[in-house]
């Protein structure tokens, strides 16, 4: 059956790293991937979407490009800040109404 | 706006009792969605509704589980002889319309309902 399958975390980080958190789906078709964020105290808010093969999703300097080839939808942000500090979440949309979520990251940025 | 509500925001009840879990959508969603959050994991669908009806609800683990939106708007989540593993946050979110194939319109999710099952 479709699933998303999340790197591990905690993730710690430095203010201004390099941040790649992974994403791999399997999927029966061509799915919409997301990324979700939840910071702390929070509940869940969209951060970036991608529709179809090669689209690239960005919000808040963060970004994730849609791979069929690879089936993968990595999260990347050039430079990271306190602020980033959060559960990330990768999510596929399936039959119309339907999300897989992976487990979650955590990234802890120091500063 | 006001955005999605849940109430009550913690429960804890006692094996085998009955429990309610309520959740007020935005303002003028059709669509409303419950997901099960166990720790360390991401949420798992239980249910979509579009207006009254539910439209899915090939997520509800077992005939324990079941939601109703009479009126289209509040939703309400029930579960009957809880058990430990019904231990979880439940989350309800809402969006415009259904999602489609793209995900058009976005889901805001609320902040969760915390069930422990004594």
């Known amino acids: 059956g479709d699933s998303v399958t999340q790197m591990e975390g905690p993730v710690t980080l430095s203010e201004e790293a390099f941040l790649t958190i992974n994403c791999t789906y399997t999927?029966?078709?061509?799915?919409?991937l997301f990324w979700y964020v939840q910071y702390p105290g929070e509940g869940l808010q969209l951060l970036l979407k991608a529709t179809k093969a090669d689209d690239k999703g960005s919000n808040k300097g963060f970004e994730a490009t849609y791979r069929k080839e690879t089936t993968s939808f990595h999260l990347e942000k050039g430079s990271v800040q306190v602020s980033d500090s959060a559960v990330y979440f990768c999510?596929?949309?399936?039959?119309?109404?339907?999300?897989?979520f992976g487990s979650g990251t955590k990234l802890n940025v120091k500063p | 706006g006001a955005g999605v509500s849940q109430t009550p925001s913690n429960k804890v009840t006692e094996k085998g009792k009955y429990v309610e879990l309520r959740c007020d959508p935005i303002s003028g969603h059709t669509a409303l969605y419950w997901y099960r959050q166990s720790l360390g994991q991401g949420p798992e669908f239980l249910i979509y509704f579009q207006g009254t009806g539910a439209a899915d609800d090939s997520g509800l683990p077992n005939d324990r589980f079941f939601a109703v939106r009479p009126e289209g708007s509040v939703s309400t989540l029930k579960i009957q002889r809880t058990e430990r593993g019904d231990s979880a946050v439940y989350l309800c979110?809402?969006?415009?319309?259904?999602?489609?194939?793209?995900?058009?319109?976005?889901?805001?999710f609320g902040p969760g309902t915390r069930l422990t099952v004594l």
């Open positions: 999927a029966t078709g061509y799915p919409s």
């Open positions: 979110a809402s969006s415009q319309s259904g999602m489609g194939t793209s995900g058009t319109y976005e889901q805001f």
């Open positions: 999510a596929l949309l399936y039959n119309f109404n339907k999300f897989y």
